[in-house]
């Protein structure tokens, strides 16, 4: 069927988006004729949506689907920053996706006050993947010896081994089990290496969910319970940790906030509890930090990363403290960062560019190494923009700033 054809039927809803491919000659021909389509329907020129260089072949089989073209994003450079991580070491030029004006520019000065004081210290303290099914059971004791099986090393070893059967990079590491009523949610916890594994650690879990059924006779109800919890706020992220949970620390020195960030490390550090501690608890927030999920937002876009996981990367604790010889040490804790270096939106030409940039496109060695690089260096970037907002805070040069340069 040729062009012209196809557009005529998808107007006259002949012909349904999703079949296109069906009849087009190639899937960069099917883009095309959904977005002539979509123009005539509309009443609009869609012609900057229609200039993008991905391979359409690929990523309309694994990225999209009814696509039409791309929505471009401005792509910017902060750094260089100075990383002194178990994965992460060196500097590293920090490339973030954003429409927000003078936000690379405030990353741009933290990634230089974190150089000029030694860097930032980076530690990547656990790293797994949960997905929570749930099922019904016919009764508390039930409940209890399903639970009193999963507690078994054995029994341990017959899950990890049904994983296997789903996949070759991912591994079963714990279940966390969560009685209510007569429902048992499973809170599983994988190895997913250099991916960040949702869909990996689903089919792994839908596979021990149908085995638990035939085993106990219980009803498994659905794979995705929100206990996982997934692109949702949740305490259990918090306490529990998601993805990869990674701090990132550096002592700047008190002259270096005074002559950079035009504050005092006391400052800093009023500003910060006031902020950060008391703004966010009386707020009743998750995260005690200033813009962390900027930053995060940012890199995720820039880097293939799923930005609804933003939700979980916002989860962070900044904490600013004065040494005994007054200088300011400085903080921040993410317990929940999904991401990955294969899969997703990471093979995409221009994410897997700005991967490049870093040092970390495609799988690590060991596996598992990039992802834990790509966190560390997220962790840091974060940082960086932590201390030049507070700074411009403590300062009282945001406003300032912002209406300077008319953003």
Same mark, same amino acid.
Do not use: W
């Given at each position: 069927?040729?062009?012209?054809?196809?557009?005529?039927?998808?107007?006259?809803?002949?012909?349904?988006?999703?079949?296109?491919?069906?009849?087009?000659? *190639?899937?960069?021909?099917?883009?095309?004729?959904?977005?002539?389509?979509?123009?005539?329907?509309?009443?609009?020129?869609?012609?900057?949506?229609?200039?993008?260089?991905?391979?359409?072949?690929?990523?309309?089989?694994?990225?999209?689907?009814?696509?039409?073209?791309?929505?471009?994003?401005?792509?910017?450079?902060?750094?260089?920053?100075?990383?002194?991580?178990?994965?992460?070491?060196?500097?590293?030029?920090?490339?973030?996706?954003?429409?927000?004006?003078?936000?690379?520019?405030?990353? %741009?000065?933290?990634?230089?006050?974190?150089?000029?004081?030694?860097?930032?210290?980076?530690?990547?303290?656990?790293?797994?993947?949960?997905?929570?099914?749930?099922?019904?059971?016919?009764?508390?004791?039930?409940? /209890?010896?399903?639970?009193?099986?999963?507690?078994?090393?054995?029994?341990?070893?017959? +899950?990890?081994?049904?994983?296997?059967?789903?996949?070759?990079?991912?591994?079963?590491?714990?279940?966390?089990?969560?009685?209510?009523?007569?429902?048992?949610?499973?809170?599983?916890?994988?190895?997913?290496?250099?991916?960040?594994?949702?869909?990996?650690?689903?089919?792994?879990?839908?596979?021990?969910?149908?085995?638990?059924?035939? /085993?106990?006779?219980?009803?498994?109800?659905?794979?995705?319970?929100?206990? *996982?919890?997934?692109? /949702?706020?949740?305490?259990?992220?918090?306490?529990?940790?998601?993805?990869?949970?990674?701090?990132?620390?550096?002592?700047?020195?008190?002259?270096?906030?005074?002559?950079?960030?035009?504050?005092?490390?006391?400052?800093?550090?009023?500003?910060?509890?006031?902020? %950060?501690?008391?703004?966010?608890?009386?707020?009743?927030?998750?995260?005690?930090?200033?813009?962390?999920?900027?930053?995060?937002?940012?890199?995720?876009?820039?880097?293939?990363?799923?930005?609804?996981?933003?939700?979980?990367?916002?989860?962070?604790?900044?904490?600013?403290?004065?040494?005994?010889?007054?200088?300011?040490?400085?903080?921040?804790?993410?317990?929940? +960062?999904?991401?990955?270096?294969?899969?997703?939106?990471?093979?995409?030409?221009?994410?897997?560019?700005?991967?490049?940039?870093?040092?970390?496109?495609?799988?690590?060695?060991?596996?598992?190494?990039?992802?834990? /690089?790509?966190?560390?260096?997220?962790?840091?970037?974060?940082?960086?923009?932590?201390?030049?907002? +507070?700074?411009?805070?403590?300062?009282?040069?945001?406003?300032?700033?912002?209406?300077?340069?008319?953003?």
């Amino acid at each position: 069927m040729d062009r012209e054809e196809i557009v005529r039927k998808l107007i006259n809803s002949e012909l349904k988006f999703y079949q296109v491919e069906e009849v087009a000659s *190639c899937r960069r021909e099917a883009v095309e004729a959904r977005r002539a389509a979509i123009e005539a329907l509309a009443g609009v020129r869609l012609d900057n949506v229609g200039i993008y260089t991905y391979d359409a072949d690929t990523v309309t089989k694994k990225n999209i689907e009814n696509a039409i073209g791309a929505v471009q994003v401005p792509v910017g450079i902060a750094g260089p920053l100075k990383v002194n991580g178990e994965y992460a070491r060196g500097d590293f030029y920090i490339p973030l996706a954003t429409t927000e004006g003078a936000l690379i520019a405030s990353v %741009n000065r933290g990634c230089s006050v974190c150089s000029n004081s030694g860097g930032v210290n980076t530690m990547i303290f656990q790293d797994e993947m949960t997905r929570a099914p749930v099922m019904t059971i016919s009764s508390l004791g039930q409940a /209890k010896e399903i639970i009193e099986t999963l507690k078994k090393p054995e029994f341990m070893v017959e +899950l990890q081994s049904i994983v296997a059967t789903t996949t070759k990079h991912g591994s079963l590491i714990r279940v966390d089990p969560y009685v209510v009523g007569k429902n048992i949610f499973l809170r599983f916890a994988y190895d997913t290496k250099d991916a960040m594994g949702m869909n990996m650690v689903t089919i792994a879990s839908e596979a021990i969910m149908q085995h638990l059924e035939k /085993k106990f006779g219980t009803r498994h109800v659905t794979v995705s319970s929100n206990m *996982c919890t997934d692109k /949702k706020p949740a305490a259990i992220n918090v306490t529990e940790g998601r993805g990869r949970t990674v701090v990132a620390e550096i002592t700047i020195p008190g002259d270096i906030v005074a002559s950079r960030l035009k504050a005092t490390p006391e400052r800093m550090c009023d500003v910060h509890y006031r902020k %950060n501690f008391l703004g966010s608890a009386r707020a009743v927030s998750f995260g005690f930090n200033s813009h962390v999920a900027n930053v995060v937002a940012a890199m995720f876009i820039a880097c293939g990363q799923d930005p609804a996981h933003v939700v979980e990367g916002s989860n962070a604790i900044t904490s600013a403290e004065l040494t005994e010889n007054g200088d300011l040490q400085f903080s921040v804790s993410m317990p929940s +960062l999904p991401l990955g270096t294969i899969g997703g939106g990471t093979g995409i030409c221009t994410q897997a560019e700005c991967l490049s940039i870093l040092g970390v496109r495609g799988g690590g060695d060991p596996p598992g190494a990039n992802a834990r /690089k790509l966190a560390e260096i997220v962790a840091s970037a974060s940082l960086a923009g932590e201390l030049s907002l +507070l700074g411009a805070l403590a300062s009282q040069d945001l406003a300032r700033a912002h209406a300077k340069y008319g953003r």
